[in-house]
């Protein structure tokens, strides 16, 4: 089955101890992308990854990282978390481009204490 | 700056009958227009997918229009269902610069019995 998955979905912390949300998806996609949804403001592109080895920041990209070593792995990376990254956490990919099909994951919902 | 406009932001409606979501966007130069649906705790699905020179799709009881001379797209839900109780995104794509997305906040459409 077609899927992204993303793992951990459910995640409490506290503020400063490093986190690593995963991210794999089985459709030999080539783009990549993290975003958070907050309440009021909607989806927004944290970073994303055109293939492998390339990334590119997205719209709020600070205090996040990400890497790209494989085509269908894509961590997010919180080093020091803040209470202000609570949030609920979506990966995608798309086939070749983000203008194509965005397939979601199941969102992570991290809490920062 | 590109934006993307989305009315109402909620809306309840009774089972079986018609509604109209709007989207209003400012991207340029245009790619295209999808409506995405996303169900509660999980992540959005596309529904379609509008370029420029299409004016009506439609998916099942879902039928999308756009209008590119004024920057306007609507999402009609014939015959709702109480599964159509969801968040319904409007997403548009600008050609080059890396295909930026932008994403409306949604409307959140309740369907009651």
């Known amino acids: 089955e077609a899927q992204v998955t993303q793992n951990p979905r459910y995640l409490i912390t506290v503020t400063g101890k490093k986190l690593t949300v995963t991210c794999s998806q089985n459709?030999?996609?080539?783009?990549m992308s993290w975003y958070r949804q907050d309440p009021g403001l909607g989806l927004r592109q944290i970073y994303y990854?055109?293939?492998?080895?390339?990334?590119d920041k997205g719209d709020v990209p600070e205090g996040y990282k990400v890497s790209r070593k494989e085509k269908r792995n894509f961590p997010l990376i919180l080093e020091s978390p803040s209470p202000n990254q609570t949030s609920l956490y979506f990966c995608?990919?798309?086939?070749?481009?983000?203008?194509?099909?965005?397939?979601f994951g199941e969102g992570s919902r991290l809490t920062v204490l | 700056k590109n934006q993307v406009e989305q009315s109402p932001q909620s809306l309840i409606i009774l089972e079986g009958k018609n509604c109209t979501l709007q989207?209003?966007?400012?991207?340029?130069?245009?790619?295209?227009l999808r409506w995405y649906k996303q169900d509660t705790g999980r992540g959005p699905v596309s529904l379609t997918i509008?370029?420029?020179?299409?004016n009506t799709k439609s998916n099942g009881r879902y039928t999308a229009t756009l209008d590119a001379d004024t920057k306007q797209s609507s999402l009609h839900i014939t015959a709702s269902q109480l599964s159509d109780s969801a968040s319904y995104i409007c997403?548009?794509?600008?050609?080059?610069?890396?295909?930026?997305?932008?994403f409306g906040t949604g409307t959140q459409l309740k369907v009651e019995l």
């Open positions: 995608a990919s798309s086939l070749s481009r983000p203008a194509g099909e965005l397939f």
């Open positions: 990854s055109m293939n492998v080895e390339v990334t």
């Open positions: 989207c209003n966007y400012t991207v340029s130069p245009f790619s295209n």
């Open positions: 509008m370029t420029f020179s299409e």
């Open positions: 459709m030999n996609h080539e783009y």
């Open positions: 997403v548009v794509s600008a050609t080059g610069g890396g295909n930026k997305l932008t």
